[in-house]
């Protein structure tokens, strides 16, 4: 007995994905905008530096979706990730919890 394909639009594990990665994105990409801002990368730079981790990010899981994944591809993946999450914990309440809801988004991510 074979398997139906699913339909990725009815599938409310896609949308619960999809969902999760777009608050993921917008919580990282303002702490990594704010960051940069910080230090002395302003204006539309500071927008052009935060959206390129959360892009590598997302050809990241692109690539591993679609079984095309080098080794490259896992490196600049994870340092993207790293690299928002140092960003979201620059910005961080200095407490344990801050740090934890700072850092949340990037794990969210992973």
Partial sequence: MTEQ????????????????AVVAFAGSF???????SDHGQVGWLSWAIAAMPELM?????????QRQATAWTWVTGATAVLFTLAANLAQAE?????Y?????PA????
């Avoid at 303002?30 to 940069?36: E, N």
């Avoid at 794990?107 to 992973?110: E, K, L, P, R």
């Fill in 30 to 36: 303002d702490h990594v905008r704010q960051t940069v």
């Fill in 5 to 20: 394909p699913t339909d990725m639009r009815r599938d409310p594990r896609t949308w619960a994905a999809l969902i999760l």
């Fill in 100 to 104: 934890v809801a700072a850092g949340w």
């Fill in 94 to 98: 200095p407490s344990p919890w801050g």
């Fill in 107 to 110: 794990w969210a991510a992973v």
């Fill in 57 to 65: 990010v997302l050809l990241t899981v692109y690539s591993v979706k």
